[in-house]
């Protein structure tokens, strides 16, 4: 049977395949090759291809239930504070992304952004996010003014910062010129650099990137 459908598949293609439109335009008015076209679109072509998909989507799904739920990070199973359907969509947005990919768009698998935060958190916490952080310019708070930085160099920075609100001193002060840009896109209008001097606390914006790559094992079954 798998051979007779083949061969028929390929006649009909070769058929398709065989026809000349410039002949067959030459051949007919403007108005019978519509009255064609529209004929040809009003028969219903089964797609076989797309039916088999289905199908054998079907059957790999009962020899292996656990593709339709969480299994490129089995961790997230152990998630307390999501839904089951939750779960297994943070699964799926997960599955899509690359090692050091930033984790954008979370909304499609959590509805509720406080529920968002408390996963990424939870998520970066087990080691399967990494947390990413910039200072934000502190007269705006929306623009960042630093390059990316790890736990440890935020940890670091904010050590230098306190020390330079302590000393105020050039040395101290070229520290943060380092890490920090001392003008801000957002508030290029003002001619004056940025004064860290005046602020009690760095602010950060907190980027979540994937830090490990998902479980493969069942991509070829």
Not at 28 to 35: D, G, N
């Amino acid at each position: 049977m798998k051979q007779d459908i083949v061969r028929k598949y390929r006649e009909f293609s070769d058929y398709l395949n065989s026809i000349d439109l410039s002949q067959l335009c030459s051949m007919y008015s403007r108005k019978e090759l519509q009255e064609l076209k529209d004929t040809l679109h009003k028969i219903d072509i089964r797609s076989l291809p797309y039916e088999l998909r289905t199908k054998i989507d079907e059957m790999k799904h009962r020899e292996f239930p656990q593709l339709l739920g969480v299994y490129r990070y089995p961790v997230i199973n152990e998630i307390d504070f999501l839904s089951d359907q939750e779960k297994t969509d943070l699964d799926k947005h997960l599955g899509r992304l690359r090692v050091n990919d930033p984790v954008l768009g979370l909304w499609r698998a959590i509805r509720v952004q406080e529920m968002q935060t408390k996963a990424l958190d939870w998520l970066a916490d087990r080691g399967v996010l990494t947390r990413v952080y910039e200072v934000l310019c502190p007269d705006c708070l929306g623009e960042p003014v630093s390059r990316r930085l790890s736990a440890d160099e935020k940890l670091k920075l904010e050590k230098e910062f306190t020390e330079y609100k302590k000393s105020g001193t050039d040395k101290d002060y070229h520290k943060l010129q380092k890490i920090i840009n001392l003008n801000c896109r957002e508030c290029e209008e003002e001619e004056d650099e940025l004064n860290f001097l005046h602020v009690e606390n760095l602010e950060f914006k907190i980027e979540y990137r994937l830090r490990i790559e998902r479980d493969k094992s069942l991509d070829y079954v």
